[in-house]
T-cell receptor, first 110, second 114 residues
Framework: LAKTTQPISMDSYEGQEVNITCSHN???????ITWYQQFPSQGPRFIIQ???TKVTNEVASLFIPADRKSSTLSLPRVSLSDTAVYYC???????????FGSGTRLLVRP | KAGVTQTPRYLIKTRGQQVTLSCSPI?????VSWYQQTPGQGLQFLFE???????NKGNFPGRFSGRQFSNSRSEMNVSTLELGDSALYLC?????????????FGPGTRLTVT
């Protein structure tokens, strides 16, 4: 069975870079690793996804090592509005069942 | 473009009853997935439908079922409700063509079972 592990919470200050890591094992070898952001009373919002190495878009970067046993979401220069819960999403090897991480609550302070 | 809509937004049911939740995906999206979110278990995948066929399924009992219509709208049904079914039920849509998990979520239906 696939298993994911994320830190429960992280604190940061405005303008800093934040890195959130999700550890995952037994994930599908040919599927994307995806990250979502969720604000209270809203559905999750897609941030970024990648298969391997590094992916960057206008809001974040995603680093995936060659063994794909972890992935790190990097948020450059966070602002107060980045305070939210961040989830990784992977698919389980063989079954492709989707597994969300338990979420990391990021608090950005002024 | 309109986002994913879910109806109803809130629902209160009694143990033993059944419930049907509805989801309208973004126009042009052919995949619809359903998730259950609770404080204790977090976000859990229920199932995914693509072109009216269930393409993937999570580890939920048979009381949880779904279907997708030809216009990609989807419904989820829970029969014989239990107290533990109280949760936020989220629907997400995507283009669905490949193995991308770039999904767009609706606001959810908050189900309370008493």
């Amino acid at each position: 069975l696939a298993k994911t592990t994320q830190p429960i919470s992280m604190d940061s200050y405005e303008g800093q870079e934040v890195n959130i890591t999700c550890s995952h094992n037994n994930i599908a070898t040919n599927d994307y690793i995806t990250w979502y952001q969720q604000f209270p009373s809203q559905g999750p919002r897609f941030i970024i996804q990648g298969y391997k190495t590094k992916v960057t878009n206008e809001v974040a970067s995603l680093f995936i090592p060659a063994d794909r046993k972890s992935s790190t979401l990097s948020l450059p220069r966070v602002s107060l509005s980045d305070t939210a819960v961040y989830y990784c999403l992977v698919s389980e090897d063989s079954s492709y069942k989707l597994i969300f991480g338990s979420g990391t609550r990021l608090l950005v302070r002024p | 473009k309109a986002g994913v809509t879910q109806t109803p937004r809130y629902l209160i049911k009694t143990r033993g009853q059944q419930v049907t939740l509805s989801c309208s995906p973004i126009s042009g999206h052919r995949s619809v997935s359903w998730y259950q979110q609770t404080p204790g278990q977090g976000l859990q995948f229920l199932f995914e439908y693509f072109s009216e066929t269930q393409r993937n399924k999570g580890n939920f009992p048979g009381r949880f079922s779904g279907r997708q219509f030809s216009n990609s709208r989807s419904e989820m049904n829970v029969s014989t409700l239990e107290l533990g079914d109280s949760a936020l039920y989220l629907c997400a849509s995507s283009l669905g063509g490949g193995r991308s998990y770039e999904q767009y979520f609706g606001p959810g239906t908050r189900l309370t079972v008493t």
